[in-house]
T-cell receptor, first 113, second 114 residues
Framework: GQQVMQIPQYQHVQEGEDFTTYCNSS?????IQWYKQRPGGHPVFLIQ?????EVKKQKRLTFQFGEAKKNSSLHITATQTTDVGTYFC?????????????FGQGTTLQVKP | DTEVTQTPKHLVMGMTNKKSLKCEQH?????MYWYKQKAKKPPELMFV???????INESVPSRFSPECPNSSLLNLHLHALQPEDSALYLC?????????????FGEGSRLTVL
Protein backbone atom coordinates (compact mmCIF):
# COMPACT_ATOMS: atom_id res chain seq x y z
CA GLY A 1 0.00 0.00 0.00
CA GLN A 2 0.91 3.62 -0.06
CA GLN A 3 3.50 4.47 2.56
CA VAL A 4 5.35 7.45 3.85
CA MET A 5 8.71 6.53 5.38
CA GLN A 6 10.53 8.82 7.78
CA ILE A 7 14.06 8.66 9.18
CA PRO A 8 15.68 8.68 11.63
CA GLN A 9 13.32 7.31 14.24
CA TYR A 10 15.18 9.02 17.09
CA GLN A 11 17.75 11.78 17.28
CA HIS A 12 19.60 13.03 20.33
CA VAL A 13 21.48 16.30 19.92
CA GLN A 14 23.28 18.78 22.11
CA GLU A 15 21.56 22.13 22.36
CA GLY A 16 22.88 24.33 19.57
CA GLU A 17 23.46 21.47 17.13
CA ASP A 18 21.47 21.13 13.94
CA PHE A 19 18.83 18.47 13.26
CA THR A 20 17.33 17.04 10.08
CA THR A 21 14.53 14.54 9.49
CA TYR A 22 13.76 13.02 6.09
CA CYS A 23 10.52 11.79 4.60
CA ASN A 24 10.05 9.57 1.53
CA SER A 25 6.90 8.43 -0.21
CA SER A 26 6.39 5.43 -2.45
CA UNK A 27 4.07 7.51 -4.63
CA UNK A 28 3.87 11.10 -5.82
CA UNK A 29 2.15 13.30 -3.28
CA UNK A 30 -0.32 16.10 -3.83
CA UNK A 31 1.31 17.95 -0.97
CA ILE A 32 3.18 17.30 2.22
CA GLN A 33 2.57 18.65 5.68
CA TRP A 34 4.69 18.69 8.81
CA TYR A 35 3.39 18.37 12.36
CA LYS A 36 5.04 18.57 15.77
CA GLN A 37 3.81 16.61 18.77
CA ARG A 38 5.18 17.49 22.17
CA PRO A 39 5.40 14.70 24.77
CA GLY A 40 1.89 14.07 26.10
CA GLY A 41 0.39 16.45 23.53
CA HIS A 42 -1.39 16.32 20.22
CA PRO A 43 -0.05 16.95 16.72
CA VAL A 44 0.19 20.61 15.81
CA PHE A 45 0.48 21.78 12.22
CA LEU A 46 3.77 23.42 11.27
CA ILE A 47 3.67 23.93 7.52
CA GLN A 48 2.41 22.69 4.17
CA UNK A 49 4.39 22.35 0.94
CA UNK A 50 2.59 22.05 -2.36
CA UNK A 51 4.93 22.90 -5.24
CA UNK A 52 7.70 20.76 -6.63
CA UNK A 53 11.07 21.93 -5.24
CA GLU A 54 9.42 24.27 -2.75
CA VAL A 55 11.46 25.58 0.18
CA LYS A 56 9.89 27.37 3.14
CA LYS A 57 11.44 28.80 6.29
CA GLN A 58 10.03 29.48 9.72
CA LYS A 59 12.70 31.10 11.88
CA ARG A 60 15.19 28.26 12.55
CA LEU A 61 13.15 25.66 10.64
CA THR A 62 13.64 24.99 6.91
CA PHE A 63 11.28 22.74 5.00
CA GLN A 64 11.90 21.32 1.53
CA PHE A 65 9.73 19.42 -0.95
CA GLY A 66 11.54 17.35 -3.57
CA GLU A 67 11.38 17.99 -7.28
CA ALA A 68 9.52 14.72 -7.84
CA LYS A 69 7.15 15.45 -4.94
CA LYS A 70 8.09 12.15 -3.32
CA ASN A 71 10.42 13.35 -0.57
CA SER A 72 10.71 16.13 1.94
CA SER A 73 12.95 17.27 4.77
CA LEU A 74 12.80 19.40 7.87
CA HIS A 75 16.00 21.03 9.10
CA ILE A 76 16.33 22.81 12.43
CA THR A 77 19.31 25.10 12.89
CA ALA A 78 20.80 25.52 16.36
CA THR A 79 18.32 23.39 18.29
CA GLN A 80 16.85 24.58 21.56
CA THR A 81 15.23 22.59 24.36
CA THR A 82 11.86 23.89 23.19
CA ASP A 83 12.34 21.91 19.97
CA VAL A 84 11.90 18.63 21.86
CA GLY A 85 9.10 16.47 20.48
CA THR A 86 8.17 14.16 17.64
CA TYR A 87 8.10 15.57 14.14
CA PHE A 88 5.77 13.90 11.65
CA CYS A 89 5.57 14.39 7.93
CA UNK A 90 2.20 13.66 6.39
CA UNK A 91 1.50 13.17 2.73
CA UNK A 92 -1.83 13.98 1.16
CA UNK A 93 -3.34 11.35 -1.11
CA UNK A 94 -6.44 12.37 -3.00
CA UNK A 95 -9.51 10.27 -2.36
CA UNK A 96 -13.08 11.22 -3.13
CA UNK A 97 -13.79 14.77 -2.10
CA UNK A 98 -11.62 14.74 0.99
CA UNK A 99 -7.89 14.15 1.00
CA UNK A 100 -6.48 11.23 2.94
CA UNK A 101 -3.43 12.22 4.97
CA UNK A 102 -0.86 9.48 5.60
CA PHE A 103 1.62 10.07 8.40
CA GLY A 104 5.24 9.05 8.42
CA GLN A 105 6.57 7.14 11.43
CA GLY A 106 7.90 10.29 13.03
CA THR A 107 11.29 11.41 14.30
CA THR A 108 11.59 11.96 18.04
CA LEU A 109 14.04 14.72 18.89
CA GLN A 110 15.74 14.94 22.27
CA VAL A 111 17.84 18.02 23.01
CA LYS A 112 20.41 17.96 25.80
CA PRO A 113 20.90 21.35 27.45
CA ASP B 1 -6.15 26.97 23.18
CA THR B 2 -7.75 24.43 20.89
CA GLU B 3 -10.79 24.98 18.72
CA VAL B 4 -11.45 21.24 18.59
CA THR B 5 -12.66 19.91 21.93
CA GLN B 6 -12.63 16.24 22.83
CA THR B 7 -14.29 14.60 25.81
CA PRO B 8 -13.53 12.78 27.94
CA LYS B 9 -9.79 13.39 28.19
CA HIS B 10 -9.32 10.00 29.88
CA LEU B 11 -11.54 6.92 29.80
CA VAL B 12 -11.13 3.52 31.41
CA MET B 13 -13.56 0.83 30.35
CA GLY B 14 -14.06 -2.88 30.60
CA MET B 15 -14.37 -5.13 27.58
CA THR B 16 -18.13 -5.44 28.02
CA ASN B 17 -18.81 -1.72 28.44
CA LYS B 18 -20.38 0.66 25.95
CA LYS B 19 -18.94 4.16 25.91
CA SER B 20 -18.64 7.09 23.52
CA LEU B 21 -15.96 9.62 22.67
CA LYS B 22 -17.10 13.07 21.64
CA CYS B 23 -15.56 15.75 19.49
CA GLU B 24 -16.92 19.26 19.01
CA GLN B 25 -15.66 21.98 16.68
CA HIS B 26 -16.72 25.52 15.96
CA UNK B 27 -14.37 26.18 13.07
CA UNK B 28 -17.00 25.51 10.40
CA UNK B 29 -14.80 22.90 8.74
CA UNK B 30 -16.76 20.15 7.01
CA UNK B 31 -14.18 17.34 7.00
CA MET B 32 -13.87 15.54 10.31
CA TYR B 33 -11.50 12.72 11.17
CA TRP B 34 -10.91 10.06 13.78
CA TYR B 35 -7.33 8.93 14.26
CA LYS B 36 -5.96 6.29 16.62
CA GLN B 37 -2.46 6.74 18.03
CA LYS B 38 -0.52 4.10 19.96
CA ALA B 39 2.49 5.08 22.03
CA LYS B 40 5.54 6.07 19.95
CA LYS B 41 3.57 5.58 16.71
CA PRO B 42 2.07 8.00 14.20
CA PRO B 43 -1.64 8.76 14.08
CA GLU B 44 -3.47 6.05 12.16
CA LEU B 45 -6.52 7.08 10.17
CA MET B 46 -9.79 5.40 11.15
CA PHE B 47 -12.69 7.37 9.65
CA VAL B 48 -13.32 10.49 7.61
CA UNK B 49 -16.59 12.39 7.41
CA UNK B 50 -17.18 14.91 4.68
CA UNK B 51 -20.26 17.13 4.93
CA UNK B 52 -21.58 14.82 7.66
CA UNK B 53 -21.34 11.74 5.46
CA UNK B 54 -18.88 8.92 6.01
CA UNK B 55 -16.40 9.07 3.14
CA ILE B 56 -13.54 6.89 4.35
CA ASN B 57 -13.58 3.84 6.65
CA GLU B 58 -10.11 2.35 6.93
CA SER B 59 -11.42 -1.18 7.52
CA VAL B 60 -11.96 -0.43 11.19
CA PRO B 61 -13.53 -3.25 13.27
CA SER B 62 -17.25 -2.85 13.87
CA ARG B 63 -16.71 -2.47 17.62
CA PHE B 64 -15.89 1.13 16.68
CA SER B 65 -18.93 2.97 15.35
CA PRO B 66 -18.61 6.58 14.20
CA GLU B 67 -21.43 9.08 14.04
CA CYS B 68 -21.64 12.64 12.78
CA PRO B 69 -24.96 14.10 14.01
CA ASN B 70 -24.25 17.58 12.66
CA SER B 71 -21.47 19.74 11.27
CA SER B 72 -20.11 20.53 14.74
CA LEU B 73 -20.15 17.11 16.37
CA LEU B 74 -18.37 13.85 15.80
CA ASN B 75 -18.83 10.80 18.00
CA LEU B 76 -17.06 7.48 18.25
CA HIS B 77 -19.15 4.77 19.90
CA LEU B 78 -17.21 1.98 21.55
CA HIS B 79 -18.52 -1.49 22.34
CA ALA B 80 -16.86 -4.77 23.27
CA LEU B 81 -13.36 -3.36 22.91
CA GLN B 82 -10.17 -5.34 23.42
CA PRO B 83 -7.17 -4.34 25.56
CA GLU B 84 -5.17 -3.75 22.37
CA ASP B 85 -7.61 -0.95 21.53
CA SER B 86 -6.08 1.11 24.33
CA ALA B 87 -4.66 4.22 22.68
CA LEU B 88 -5.00 7.96 22.24
CA TYR B 89 -7.99 8.73 20.02
CA LEU B 90 -7.62 11.99 18.14
CA CYS B 91 -10.29 13.98 16.41
CA UNK B 92 -9.24 16.38 13.66
CA UNK B 93 -11.01 18.78 11.32
CA UNK B 94 -10.11 20.31 7.97
CA UNK B 95 -11.76 22.29 5.23
CA UNK B 96 -13.55 19.78 3.02
CA UNK B 97 -12.61 19.31 -0.60
CA UNK B 98 -9.52 18.34 -2.49
CA UNK B 99 -7.64 21.54 -1.74
CA UNK B 100 -4.78 20.93 0.70
CA UNK B 101 -5.19 22.30 4.18
CA UNK B 102 -4.01 21.74 7.68
CA UNK B 103 -5.57 19.35 10.13
CA UNK B 104 -6.61 20.89 13.42
CA PHE B 105 -6.36 18.23 16.10
CA GLY B 106 -8.12 18.05 19.41
CA GLU B 107 -6.14 17.14 22.51
CA GLY B 108 -7.33 13.57 22.30
CA SER B 109 -9.10 11.06 24.49
CA ARG B 110 -6.79 8.57 26.15
CA LEU B 111 -8.58 5.24 26.32
CA THR B 112 -7.62 2.29 28.51
CA VAL B 113 -9.44 -1.01 28.02
CA LEU B 114 -9.13 -3.44 30.91
Amino acid sequence: GQQVMQIPQYQHVQEGEDFTTYCNSSTTLSNIQWYKQRPGGHPVFLIQLVKSGEVKKQKRLTFQFGEAKKNSSLHITATQTTDVGTYFCAGLLLGGNTGKLIFGQGTTLQVKP
Amino acid sequence: DTEVTQTPKHLVMGMTNKKSLKCEQHMGHRAMYWYKQKAKKPPELMFVYSYEKLSINESVPSRFSPECPNSSLLNLHLHALQPEDSALYLCAVKRAGTEPGELFFGEGSRLTVL
